[in-house]
């Protein structure tokens, strides 16, 4: 069974700084989820990908397949992006997913 | 507006004493799911659905029952709750099961 990894478990930083936070995985998978958790407990779908990169404002997804590592990263972070960051992946056509225990991120103002 | 609606948001009950956690959503989704989230351990799949009346177990489904008798609705239900059941549920959506997944605002249960 795949296990996934996310890096740091804890991350904190100043506003404005360039974040990036990792998963990696054991196995091939189909696709890889990047959410986001609010502290108030809310979970967002950030990004699905299954190769190369995704941008969304000031988020960006990359994977790599060959690597079995995946990045998220934040630009020009702000206080408002502090979350817990979940990295889930889907193994072939089983639509469980596998997730990773999640990086707490803290941007300080 | 489209929405994964759970209830109730908070839930606190006695053990043994059944009671379903609702899970409603307007998008036509296909796919839904419910998973369990406790500290340190992240989210855990309970059951989840493909379609209509078809259902699946996922990695903890002991102590939990489900059923999906139309598109929109995935009740959880927890014939006989025990403390060990007390977490933060979650229900999820999507289209199909390789989409993005839209969360229910979530219900965080007690069990005393």
């Known amino acids: 069974k795949n296990e996934v990894e996310q890096s740091p478990q804890n991350l904190t930083a100043q506003e404005g700084e360039f974040i990036t936070i990792n998963c990696s995985y054991s196995?091939?998978?189909?696709?890889l989820h990047w959410l986001q958790q609010h502290p108030g407990g809310g979970i967002v779908s950030l990004f699905m990908l299954s190769s190369g990169k995704k941008k969304h404002g000031r988020l960006i997804a990359t994977i790599n397949i060959q690597e079995k590592h995946s990045s998220l990263h934040i630009t020009a972070s702000h206080p408002r992006d502090s979350a817990v960051y979940i990295c889930a992946v889907a193994e072939g056509s089983n639509y469980q997913l596998i997730w990773g225990a999640g990086t707490k991120l803290i941007i300080k103002p | 507006e489209a929405q994964v609606t759970q209830n109730p948001r908070y839930l606190i009950t006695v053990t043994g004493k059944k009671l379903t956690v609702t899970c409603s959503q307007n998008m036509n989704h296909e796919y839904m799911s419910w998973y369990r989230q406790d500290p340190g351990l992240g989210l855990r799949q309970i059951y989840y659905?493909?379609?209509?009346?078809?259902?699946d177990k996922g990695d903890v489904p002991e102590g939990y029952k489900v059923s999906r008798k139309e598109k929109r609705n995935f009740p959880l239900i927890l014939e006989s709750p025990s403390p060990n059941q007390t977490s933060l549920y979650f229900c999820?959506?999507?289209?199909?099961?390789?989409?993005?997944?839209?969360f229910g605002n979530g219900t965080r249960l007690t069990v005393t």
């Open positions: 659905s493909m379609n209509v009346e078809v259902t």
């Open positions: 196995v091939g998978i189909s696709a």
């Open positions: 999820a959506t999507s289209p199909q099961g390789h989409s993005p997944l839209h």
